[in-house]
């Protein structure tokens, strides 16, 4: 619990105001071996390297599939790219700016007033970082697959290329077009390489997110018909002052398009057709990455940008929250269905983040953020590795597995880990990130989160019951032959793990002994808290 | 400079008047015809880049019945790659008649160009029938029933326009569209001047087969070889929205008396043909559906009588009129429905990802040309207050965007059938390196459309202007 107080303490230091944090705080100590790299197109190396991979691909000969494992490589290696190109974007940033980082301003549509426009605040990186451990993660989950390998990892990094493209936005035009543009090759991919309910569940998907794109354009135009029309850059769209019904109106839109995302009740048709029909890969990548962005451009427009209309709707998010869990949690105690249920589990987190939005305080916002990542990363985990079970097993069905932790060890302990992480237990990411935000939404919306917090209470005894009973019960003779997970999959699950835990256990980032002296993480708490200071800076004096 | 300015319209008119008479005279030899598109799509490209070379010189020609300003710029300079892409893209295998194929698609080309220049109600009416006859004759060619249908609906909507024509100029006392634009300044919104504006509008919806007025244009466009239906949704329609454009540009003074019927039909045609889009299975079909709806995003920005919704209404119409005339063409001979198309990602990728291209464009997904031109219009509708229309458009867009997932399902996800097991409407188009080189071109057209789309929505813009909106 020290290291909690010590952590909160942090938090709301750095939140209260939006003053010029360097005069206060002393500069943190440089990670070695940062500023080793100094590129202007940081961000766009981000976007565009996947998409180009993605046409490489696309275009290299593959005589009857003969290639196909080169393909896979390929993916591969520019995910491991990628990872690396983010970590020196992790070590260079600087943790105690309030304004955005590796910014590049591009003019584009003078006309109508859109910028290629990107830059990334502490939550921008968070989610990226998020979506570069899941991109990874989502190539080694697809390594068994067998059908049309060049489309399917074709449109694997060009999804992966629109999330980050839609994280680093800082202009609403572009933050749109990735938005958007995202839907169609997860759409496919659900479609292409799914299960039997494989077209429901792309029909589903993209009707969801559909309307979701259709509610963030109404949101976008509302905001920038009030603010004069004249730009969709960031920096000039929330700056201007917009009258309360305005930010009444695109708030509600936002909340639409962000539910359809997440999801959040009642929005949330997609998920059972999605999480369960779809291969393991793309349900990573649509729990871990895509579908936060939705709380993102909460965060980000609503709570960053229009203070009013946050305040006005908190109420409603508060509600959302609530019911998001609390459904799920009566959802899963019915299900029959491990895949299902896991489906209705990756709803939890997203619940989560919400309250900590709904409550407006700095050290719920911070909650959020933080919860933006154990939440992708707990959503990924629970969603890969029930599949990998059920796939494992021969059967989703709860009346058929029972008592697998003897021929299954490697995937019952994951599983755990899991459930864990989705709980918000010690020692996992999500803990902290939970803690900060039931902190900070208890004096704000008391009722949401003890309701939320009661409907956590319901999906853990839902979740004690069927792990006791799959994985703890007594065999069941009957039941098809069980295998336990390869070691691709153990690797793409320990990943998943293994980031909640490293996160949960350093928060602030490993230090050598006696010092302040980061080693080779400054700190997922440290670097998030740039950009939180100026998103609170409204709420600060709740 | 300004001698110049006719060499585009020259190089067009006159090779389909050679290639008609070639053909029909016998002096083309038939051994030539094979290599005949790629010739003519080179010349079309000569075209082009004259166009934009001498393109930018502001004239008059024939007493100010033809002038050069940037919307006429930009609008030829559009259809004239369309054109190139299009001849370039087409399987002539599934065409009834090479040197009639194309003498019509470069007359439909001049007839959207003469209307583009237009400074004066009768070219514009000229062009405009120049466009829909050519697409008669190869829809006649094939259907002669369907052509025979398409006369009627033609005679209809040329009757309407012509009703309409003579009313406002009428009340304007000139034919002239800058000279009626400035009487209009005078005039005030009444009854008797809201009649014939409604059938000036109806006679160009019908033109350009919006719905609700689309029946005989879309069903035309089924039966016609691919070339036919390109004319018909893509050259004949731009023609009748290039033509409203200019008209509404000249009305803007009394927008009262329009501004209904333009809502109206927009939001019927976006609703309506993105509903119909998801309704049916057909690839053509569904294409054409998808036209409809974009021609009604164009509507909608008419519907805002501001600049910046001309500009993006002239900015879309690049779009559209690229993704129009080549989709059929790039579909080639899918008269056997969806199952033509399957797994042809597989055995024909470039034409394949130009069908995706087309239709998605169409759709209006991100982040290709339609994209663009349908946000344009949607962010002159945010700034003028017209959050229905906007609300209906989205709505629109969304159906579309969700029905051509059905298609891209079959293109990538299906397997080919065996060949020895395809029968006739389902054989697959015949490999040629220009048809290949064509869908590329399309492909980097829509993707380029977007990155590029500063300065063509700035040329755009200049277009809007040029039609005296500020």
């Not at chain 1, 591009?106 to 990186?125: E, F, K, Q, T």
Request: charged share 10%; with cysteine; proline share 6%.
């Amino acid at each position: 619990m020290s290291r909690l107080s010590a952590l909160l303490t942090a938090v709301q230091q750095a939140s209260p105001t939006p003053a010029p944090v360097a005069t206060a705080t002393p500069l943190p100590v440089a990670v070695p071996g940062s500023s080793l790299f100094q590129s202007s197109l940081l961000l766009s190396l981000l976007i565009w390297t996947p998409v180009l991979v993605a046409l490489v691909i696309a275009v290299l000969p593959n005589p009857r599939g003969r290639f196909d494992t080169l393909m896979k490589q390929i993916a591969f290696f520019t995910n491991i790219g990628m990872l690396f190109i983010l970590w020196i974007a992790y070590n260079q940033f600087e943790p105690f700016l309030s304004t955005v980082q590796y910014e590049e301003n591009v003019s584009w549509l003078s006309r109508i007033g859109a910028v290629y426009h990107l830059g990334i605040d502490g939550p921008g990186l968070v989610m990226l970082i998020l979506s570069g451990l899941v991109g990874l993660v989502s190539v080694l989950a697809s390594w068994g697959i067998r059908e049309r390998v060049r489309s399917y990892f074709c449109l694997l990094l060009i999804s992966e290329a629109c999330v980050n493209g839609a994280v680093v936005a800082h202009d609403m035009f572009v933050l749109l077009l990735f938005w958007g543009a995202s839907t169609v090759p997860l759409a496919l991919l659900v479609l292409g390489w799914g299960g039997p309910h494989r077209e429901s569940g792309a029909w589903r998907l993209a009707g969801y997110w559909g309307l979701g794109t259709v509610a963030l354009l109404i949101a976008t135009l509302a905001l920038y018909s009030a603010a004069g029309a004249n730009s969709f850059d960031m920096d000039v769209l929330f700056k201007v002052p917009v009258s309360p019904r305005i930010q009444l109106v695109a708030g509600v839109a936002l909340i639409i398009a962000a539910a359809t995302r997440l999801p959040l009740f009642p929005f949330q048709g997609w998920v059972r057709d999605v999480y369960s029909h779809a291969p393991i890969g793309v349900c990573v990548v649509v729990a871990g990455s895509a579908s936060r962005l939705g709380a993102y451009v909460l965060l980000r427009v609503l709570v960053g940008a229009e203070p009013i209309g946050a305040q006005l709707l908190s109420p409603l998010l508060a509600l959302l929250a609530a019911a998001t869990v609390i459904y799920a949690g009566l959802v899963v105690l019915r299900m029959r269905d491990l895949r299902r249920i896991s489906a209705y589990l990756s709803m939890v987190p997203g619940g989560v983040t919400v309250l900590g939005l709904a409550a407006l305080s700095p050290l719920a916002i911070g909650g959020s953020v933080l919860s933006l990542f154990s939440g992708g990363l707990a959503a990924a985990l629970i969603v890969g590795v029930c599949a990998t079970l059920a796939e494992r097993a021969q059967t989703g069905s709860l009346d058929v597995l029972k008592g697998l932790a003897p021929r299954m060890p490697s995937l019952t302990w994951i599983t755990v880990f899991a459930v864990l992480g989705l709980l918000g237990l010690p020692l996992m990411a999500s803990f902290p990130a939970y803690e900060m935000t039931f902190f900070g939404a208890v004096k704000n919306q008391p009722l949401a989160a003890f309701a939320v917090a009661g409907g956590l209470a319901i999906v853990a005894a839902a979740l004690v019951v069927i792990l006791h009973r799959v994985l703890f019960g007594t065999p069941n003779p009957d039941a098809p032959g069980v295998s336990d997970a390869s070691s691709g999959e153990k690797w793409f699950l320990g990943i998943l793990a293994g980031g909640l835990l490293w996160v949960g256990m350093f928060p602030g980032g490993p230090k050598l002994p006696g010092t302040d002296t980061p080693i080779f993480d400054p700190g997922l708490v440290n670097s998030m808290a740039a950009g939180i200071t100026e998103i609170a800076a409204p709420y600060a004096a709740k | 400079m300004r001698s110049l300015l006719l060499v585009p319209e020259a190089l067009v008119a006159g090779t389909a008047v050679l290639l008609l008479l070639g053909g029909q005279l016998g002096f083309l030899p038939r051994s030539w015809r094979g290599r005949l598109p790629p010739v003519v799509a080179a010349v079309v490209v000569v075209a082009f880049i004259v166009e934009l070379w001498v393109g930018g010189t502001l004239s008059s020609l024939f007493g100010g019945g033809f002038i050069q300003d940037r919307f006429a710029l930009f609008a030829k300079a559009a259809v004239l790659l369309a054109l190139a892409a299009a001849i370039a893209v087409a399987d002539w295998t599934a065409e009834d008649s090479t040197t009639v194929g194309l003498s019509m698609m470069l007359l439909a080309g001049f007839g959207v160009m003469v209307v583009a220049s237009a400074g004066d109600f009768v070219p514009l009416w000229a062009g405009l029938e120049l466009a829909a006859a050519a697409g008669v004759v190869l829809v006649g060619l094939r259907r002669p029933d369907i052509g025979l249908r398409l006369v009627i609906a033609g005679g209809i909507a040329t009757a309407l326009f012509v009703m309409g024509f003579a009313f406002v100029y009428a009340t304007a006392g000139t034919a002239d569209l800058l000279t009626a634009g400035q009487a209009m300044a005078n005039a005030t919104s009444t009854l008797p001047l809201a009649i014939p504006v409604l059938l000036l509008f109806a006679g160009l919806a019908v033109r350009a087969g919006i719905a609700p007025f689309h029946m005989a244009s879309v069903t035309a466009s089924l039966g016609a070889s691919p070339l036919g239906s390109g004319i018909m949704l893509g050259l004949a329609g731009a023609a009748a929205l290039i033509a409203a454009i200019k008209v509404a540009a000249v009305l803007t003074p009394v927008s009262d008396t329009l501004s209904l019927y333009l809502e109206a039909i927009a939001a019927v045609a976006m609703v309506g043909g993105g509903a119909a889009a998801l309704g049916v299975r057909a690839p053509r079909a569904r294409l054409a559906y998808l036209a409809v709806a974009q021609a009604g995003w164009v509507v909608a920005g008419l519907s805002t009588h501001y600049l910046s919704g001309l500009g993006g209404s002239v900015f879309l119409i690049g779009a559209f009129v690229l993704a129009a005339t080549c989709g059929p063409v790039v579909l080639a001979g899918a008269e056997g429905g969806e199952a033509a198309l399957a797994g042809m990602g597989a055995v024909r990728p470039a034409r394949a990802l130009g069908i995706a291209m087309v239709f998605l464009s169409l759709a209006g997904a991100p982040p290709l040309a339609g994209f663009f031109g349908e946000f344009a219009v949607a962010a002159a509708l945010a700034q003028g207050g017209h959050f229905g229309l906007l609300a209906l458009g989205l709505l629109g867009s969304v159906l579309s965007v969700v029905a051509v997932l059905g298609t891209l399902r079959v293109l990538y996800l299906q397997s080919p059938p065996e060949e020895g097991r395809r029968s006739v409407g389902f054989a697959l188009p015949a490999w040629t390196l220009t048809s290949s080189a064509g869908a590329i071109a399309i492909c980097i057209v829509m993707v380029a459309y977007g990155a590029l789309a500063n300065p063509i929505l700035s040329l755009a813009y200049q277009g809007a202007e040029a039609l005296g909106l500020r």
